[in-house]
């Protein structure tokens, strides 16, 4: 069973930047990638970005694009999300979950079904 535990979020002002960190204990065998998401308040979950552990490819949503950056630690079994210019409307809790490769389609398909959601972490930006 892949266990994950985000870390990293706290309260930062408009333009700041923070550092996100997935750390897992295991990986299931046929997942790829890991991907970040996000939940603001009376608001769906969304996908922000991911990254592939086999070729590195990466995703990042519209919103986020040029101002968060991902990346992983192999040797640590950890994936990154470093979000520079931060914005008030970034304000989430930001979870990490495994998902079988990194696409917009499986990021998608895990905010609908992936159930095993962990505490995540509050990123919040004052404006």
């Known amino acids: 069973e892949v266990q994950l535990v985000e870390s990293g979020g706290g309260l930062v002002q408009a333009g700041g930047s923070l550092r996100l960190s997935c750390a897992a204990s295991?990986?299931?065998?046929?997942?790829?990638?890991i991907g970040w998401f996000r939940q603001a308040p009376g608001k769906e979950r969304e996908g922000v970005s991911c990254i592939s552990d086999s070729d590195g490819s990466t995703y990042y949503g519209d919103s986020v694009k040029g101002r968060f950056t991902i990346s992983n630690d192999n040797a640590k079994n950890t994936v990154y999300l470093q979000m520079d210019s931060l914005k008030a409307e970034d304000t989430a809790v930001y979870y990490c979950a495994p998902l079988i490769y990194c696409s917009t389609v499986i990021m998608r398909l895990a905010v609908r079904e992936y159930e095993d959601w962990g505490q995540g972490t509050q990123v919040t930006v004052s404006s």
């Open positions: 295991r990986f299931a065998f046929d997942d790829d990638a």
